[in-house]
């Protein structure tokens, strides 16, 4: 697709000469966005107006891991109220729900992150945790490894269950699945 002078347009945008590097089998749809300083692993998938914009601090995703409809994930940028910043790292078979949005947080491997959920500057998910729709994590909370967290702010409301922990790996299978579908058929960027 081009604009109208003809320069051609793409989701995936070099910024102060900073560019996104994708792994291998990254899927990226052409309604999202990716700029800056951002890497993607292998096997990730970025879906129809997904944004993920590495402008001011990095962003690192791992592999296996899929950013559904409609998120957002951003960082904090160093400032005199935020010595440092924020980069937003995610780990490896991560599931980022529809409209999620991610802010200067971590995430870590083995994570199910609710519909419509937010997680703040400097908080901290750590493996194998659900974050479930619509909870909103605040900035520097640390969700403990095994929980499922809910509500607004976020609450431990349970331990995660076997059948839930084998659904982490098998969700992010599934959506490497589906995204090898989609460029199959020639449905990227």
Known sequence: MSDQSGKLLTSVRTYQGISPKLGERVFVDRSSVIIGDVELGDDCSVWPLAVIRGDMHHIRIGARTS?????????????????????????????????????????????????????????IVEDEVIVAAGATVSPGKVLESGFVYMGTPAKKVRPITEKERSFFTYGAGNYVRLKDKHLAEGYDR
């Open 67 to 123: 950013v559904q409809d409609g998120s957002v994930l951003h960082i904090t940028h160093a400032s005199d109220y935020n010595p440092g910043g924020y980069p937003l790292i995610i780990g490896d078979d991560v599931t980022i729900g529809h409209q999620a949005m991610l802010h200067g947080c971590t995430i870590g491997n083995r994570v199910l992150i609710g519909m419509k959920s937010m997680i703040m500057d400097g908080a």
